[in-house]
């Protein structure tokens, strides 16, 4: 197992910041991609940002812009800072790793809520 230990949700007001961490186990040598997903009540989980070891990045159309996803290599950490949240933004959001010959790996889930 490669536990994720996620952090830093929590209610904020419309137009508030964010921001996320999830950081897997020190000693993981062969993390990949890192990402967030999301997953409101009743809905289908949905990916929100992925990055690559090597820092490309890739968003959901309804975040790009407001939402940036980082890493740091050397803590195996992955970040999500989330700006002008939306009410629409509420979920659970859930880190993932994707470690070589291991598969995928995820955090706990951590709730945001974005009041109006």
């Known amino acids: 197992q490669v536990p994720l230990v996620e952090s830093g949700g929590g209610l904020v007001q419309a137009g508030g910041s964010l921001r996320l961490s999830c950081a897997a186990s020190e000693g993981i040598f062969s993390i990949n991609a890192m990402g967030w997903y999301r997953q409101a009540p009743g809905k289908q989980r949905d990916l929100v940002a992925a990055?690559?070891?090597?820092?490309?990045?890739h968003y959901a159309d309804s975040v790009k812009g407001r939402f940036t996803i980082s890493r740091d290599n050397a803590k195996n950490t992955v970040y999500l800072q989330m700006n002008s949240l939306k009410p629409e933004d509420t979920a659970v959001y859930y880190c993932?790793?994707?470690?070589?010959?291991?598969?995928?790996?995820w955090g706990q889930g951590t709730q945001v809520t974005v009041s109006s």
């Open positions: 990055i690559t070891t090597g820092g490309s990045t």
């Open positions: 993932y790793v994707d470690v070589t010959r291991s598969g995928r790996y």
